[in-house]
């Protein structure tokens, strides 16, 4: 028997929630008493585990082994590349690089998009190398030029290229689907449908449409001293909310989350932890007006003092959050939020698409991630996407922030009160990735169930580098 059907086999049956949970607070079951319930696909729990082997600290930062994702992993998968909506005129383009790679996103005449290496078949000088609004794809080098459909139009000194005629300098296509608005691409010809790839998360996500309902209102591209994978881990799990991130100790049970793994959707996986009560492990449990009060001051400071910071009759500390969020979005997003459920408008819900790529689907964290390996394996760049929803004519995607290894996410006006947790991690991360290399087993060790997202990907991760 092969390593990956032994590994298959740690798939565990479904089990009590007593043990694959924290034996406190269970998502679905408080779920089940908010006021307005939330959509079906967050009461089902997939109640699988997979497992306690640990995971080879070096994965994180070894050259071999990044060597064997840039050959193996990253010309196989769909990754996301581009927010539709950041390119919505015929001409508008966007790169996206990921290594040494580098592919032209262009909307087309039509409204459809396609995806062209990025490379002038002459000499290979790169096409574009930023965003861009063109009429036509012309080198800037000696003026070969393409249409936006990728044909070519112009040869300089066509009589010094008898090679070169347009049936063989068509620009070499990438493949290209959307999903919600987001645009993925795949240099694998030979790649399974977008669709099938994502799994049961398609059907998961038939409530929330992105791209009828969200605008890309923030978005800052920040380098990190760690691998990919290690920035990728800190957003994949709750577990380290209650020491890293102790400021939101009173309002969340970060160690009761529920965890979603599926044995037939390898690619996708996700994480529900609740909102508006406070963390079991707090030694002294604030009484739930505390906890409003604590939420105001933190996040929504225009509502102290105010009677909305009041419980109301036979509210808990999470029904009166609630309805706090309900009249903050219907006031600053100009949006109906009457059939908002409770776990829509609080909750920390995370999706994962494997290999990078983290949407969020609630109304209180509004995020998108997506981590990319730099040019060594002790880097990477970290997309933060906020999308905030709208109603009537969709706003303007924000310009990207960059940000350098010594700049501080703090600076970031634009990211709110979120600004604070991504800062934190930000801090945690690059000292990962020291501490790993000092490891005396060479072994890091996911919990089994809060931490058991890292482990299922890294289990995927294996499958593509045929280990």
Same mark, same amino acid.
């Given at each position: +028997?092969?390593?990956? $059907? ?11 929630? *007593? ?10 079951? !408080? ?52 927010? =539709? ?7 508008? %383009?966007?790169?996206?690089? %990921? ?73 070499? $296509? ?28 398609? $059907? ?6 992105? *791209? ?33 991130? *102790? ?11 529920? !965890? ?32 409003? $009060? ?19 009759? #036979? ?8 309805? %706090? ?25 995370? @999706? ?11 109304? *209180? ?8 390996? #730099? ?16 109603? #009537? ?7 990207? %922030? ?13 990211? =709110?009160?979120?600004? +604070? ?5 930000? !801090? ?6 020291? #501490? ?5 087993? =060479? ?8 931490? +058991? ?10 499958? @593509?580098?045929?280990?």
């Amino acid at each position: +028997m092969g390593k990956h $059907e032994q590994r298959d086999e740690l798939f565990d049956p479904p089990v009590p929630k *007593s043990e694959a949970e924290h034996p406190g607070l269970h998502v679905a079951d !408080v779920m089940r008493k908010d006021d307005i319930p939330p959509p079906a696909t967050l009461l089902d729990n997939s109640g699988l585990t997979i497992g306690t082997e640990p995971i080879p600290a070096s994965r994180y930062f070894s050259q071999e082994f990044a060597d064997l994702e840039r050959d193996k992993l990253w010309p196989k998968v769909w990754q996301f590349a581009c927010w =539709g909506y950041d390119i919505p005129n015929p001409g508008d %383009i966007h790169v996206y690089r %990921i290594l040494d790679r580098s592919v032209l996103l262009v909307r087309q005449r039509d409204g459809s998009v396609k995806a062209f290496i990025n490379a002038c078949l002459h000499r290979g000088r790169e096409l574009c190398e930023a965003d861009d609004h063109q009429g036509e794809l012309k080198c800037p080098y000696h003026f070969f030029t393409w249409g936006l459909e990728g044909g070519l139009k112009f040869v300089p000194s066509q009589w010094d290229f008898p090679q070169v005629d347009a049936k063989n300098f068509q620009l070499p $296509e990438v493949r290209i689907e959307e999903w919600n608005g987001f645009l993925f691409i795949n240099f694998d010809k030979d790649a399974m449908p977008l669709k099938h790839y994502m799994g049961r998360m398609v $059907e998961q996500w038939k409530d929330w449409d992105f *791209s009828a309902t969200r605008f890309k209102a923030v978005h800052v591209e920040k380098q990190l001293s760690c691998n990919w994978k290690t920035g990728q881990d800190a957003f994949i799990e709750g577990f380290h909310a209650f020491a890293s991130h *102790s400021q939101g100790a009173a309002l969340s049970p970060s160690e009761c989350p529920q !965890v979603d793994v599926y044995e037939d959707s390898p690619h996708t996986n996700r994480f529900h932890i609740l909102i508006g009560y406070p963390s079991t492990s707090m030694p002294v449990q604030p009484d739930p007006q505390t906890i409003v $009060e604590i939420m105001c001051a933190n996040l929504l400071p225009e509502a102290m003092g105010t009677d909305e910071a009041r419980l109301q009759p #036979g509210e808990d500390s999470r029904a009166a959050i609630a309805r %706090i969020y309900r009249k903050f979005y219907s006031k600053n997003y100009g949006v109906d939020t009457s059939n908002l459920s409770t776990a829509e408008a609080l909750d920390a819900l995370s @999706y994962f698409v494997f290999p990078n790529f983290m949407p969020w689907p609630s109304w *209180s964290f509004p995020l998108i991630y997506r981590f990319r390996p #730099g040019a060594t394996p002790d880097t990477c760049i970290w997309d933060i996407m906020l999308f905030l929803p709208f109603e #009537g004519e969709r706003p303007p995607s924000a310009e990207v %922030i960059r940000l350098g290894l010594d700049d501080s996410l703090l600076d970031v006006a634009a990211l =709110g009160p979120v600004a +604070m947790i991504l800062h934190q991690d930000a !801090v945690q991360v690059p000292a990962v990735q020291r #501490g790993m290399k000092n490891l005396v087993s =060479g072994l890091v060790n996911p919990s089994r169930y809060q931490e +058991m997202r890292i482990r299922h990907y890294h289990q995927t991760l294996e499958k @593509y580098l045929g280990l």
